[in-house]
């Protein structure tokens, strides 16, 4: 079963905002016996070529009290597989230049490949023997979840990591989304070998799956080739469910306060639920957000890091998942003048909801969406991940190539609508990472405040 995409990879220009048109190479869509969803991209310009492993795996999946876990699984498949160590497996890889790589979020695991074109066929064993037969060897299970429960320290200990971590609980409560990959370090302590094993069984199978291989490849022969590396990767037969349940909107404002006495700049996130990758707002969303936070001439940053010098960063995000979503206000400032901040960002807000852009700042923000969007492409990785992005997320097959006229189609009303609609300034959690003696006084008025000790 074969599907095309058109397309060429443009070159890069020096001004994003003049990038040319998009055109995608040719690619080939297909699915193999086991269930294992397949893309075929051939790209011609480097001798490279890309595998891409998106399984439909995450952070969603860990079980209560052993939160982390589908990241050690992650962490421990380049750690040795078949008949390599950790040791020889890294050796292996270096020998012919490239790379091997595992990770994961919150709703996907990742395992990508890169290698010249004339070492495919060592790439490709590697490749899948740490997707269908890694050990899990228990001296590197202890190394590697001795190294995450060191990492979790150390993000606890740095202010913008720790605000991160925070918020998911803040904002989505008792939900799966609410812990970060990496898990909790009471968490990621009870966490044993076999329930590694038993992750990576009952999760990383074909029929869970999606495979991306783009570079310089003939398709025929690369089907051929994945065909018979990935036939005795066996399905788990079972439809997969969906992880979590719809998370509620949040109402109202509630503030909390992390305590970090010692701190002399103060961590800030503002946010709320948002929507899920595949909405049909997608685009006006797009286009409002990086007029109001997403690029560095958005009107957050003008306003509150340039005209008042409040932070030197501030920007607005929406994190998109399957079924879910997060609008999220990131910034910093000096103990003394968080209120001016967060009241600051407020106001900029609440100005563009209710007056809308300009038109030069529609035009603008179309320009720069549209010149950026090519520059993330021409990578071989790059596009693998987009094309997995597709068909992850059940996006329109054409999405990516269809790009620069859905972002150009945006009308004033569109974004208006956006704007009114999905970004909060009444109904928002607002954290922050600073000393209780001097942060509750100033947030005095703006809703609920707690305090809480670190996660």
């Known amino acids: 079963m074969g599907a095309a995409l058109a397309a060429t990879l443009v070159a890069a220009p020096v001004d994003p905002a003049a990038a040319g048109p998009l055109h995608l190479p040719p690619a080939t869509r297909l699915m193999l016996r086991n269930g294992l969803t397949v893309w075929i991209v051939p790209t011609h310009r480097l001798p490279l070529v890309d595998l ?67 070492d495919l066929a060592t790439g490709l064993a590697l490749f899948h023997d740490v997707i269908v037969a890694p050990s899990f060897a228990e001296p590197e299970f202890q190394r590697m979840k001795g190294q995450v429960l060191g990492n979790l320290v150390n993000a606890k200990n740095d202010p913008d990591s720790l605000a991160d971590l925070e918020l998911l609980p803040f904002l989505l ?75 509620p909107q949040v109402h109202g404002r509630q503030l909390r306060i992390v305590s970090r006495p010692e701190v002399t700049q103060t961590q800030i996130r503002l946010a709320c639920l948002g ?35 409040l932070t030197y960063g501030i920007g607005s995000r929406f ?28 106001a900029e807000m609440k100005k563009l909801v209710d007056q ?31 094309l997995l992005d597709v068909e992850f997320y059940r996006l329109d097959p054409h999405v990516l190539e269809t790009f620069p006229d859905r972002v150009g189609a945006v009308t004033m009303e569109d974004c208006r609508r956006a704007l009114k609609s999905y970004f909060c300034v009444d109904d928002l959690r607002i954290l922050v990472v600073s000393d209780p003696a001097v942060a509750k006084p100033q947030l005095e008025g703006l809703g609920p405040v707690e305090v809480k000790e670190p996660q």
């Open 275 to 309: 929507v899920p990758r595949d909405h049909p707002d997608y685009y006006p969303i797009l286009v409002a957000n990086t007029i109001l936070g997403g690029a560095f001439m958005s009107r957050l940053v003008e306003e509150i890091r340039i005209n008042q010098g």
């Open 319 to 346: 994190g998109m998942l399957r079924n879910a979503g997060t609008f999220t206000i990131r910034t910093f400032t000096r103990n003394e003048t968080i209120r001016r901040t967060i009241d600051a960002t407020l």
């Open 52 to 118: 891409r492993l998106v399984v439909r795996a995450g952070a969603v999946d860990d079980p209560p009290g052993k939160e982390g876990l589908a990241h050690l699984t992650a962490e421990l498949l380049t750690q040795g597989a078949t008949v390599r160590d950790a040791r020889q497996l890294a050796e292996d890889i270096a020998f012919v230049g490239g790379s091997l790589e595992a990770s994961t979020g919150v709703e996907q695991l990742v395992v990508s490949c890169e290698v010249l074109k004339k």
């Open 173 to 247: 409560g008792l939900s799966p989304l609410a812990h970060p990959p990496s898990g909790w370090g009471k968490s990621v302590a009870r966490i044993n070998r076999e329930d590694v094993v038993a992750f990576h069984g009952s999760h990383v199978r074909p029929d869970r799956a999606m495979l991306a291989v783009v570079g310089d490849i003939d398709p025929e022969a690369m089907r051929s080739m994945i065909e018979h590396a990935f036939a005795d990767w066996k399905p788990s037969g079972e439809k997969a469910r969906e992880a979590y349940a719809t998370v």
């Open 356 to 386: 809308g852009p300009t038109e030069d700042e529609l035009a603008q923000a179309k320009r720069y969406l549209t010149g950026q969007f090519p520059l993330g492409l021409q990578a071989p990785d790059a596009l693998a991940a987009q």
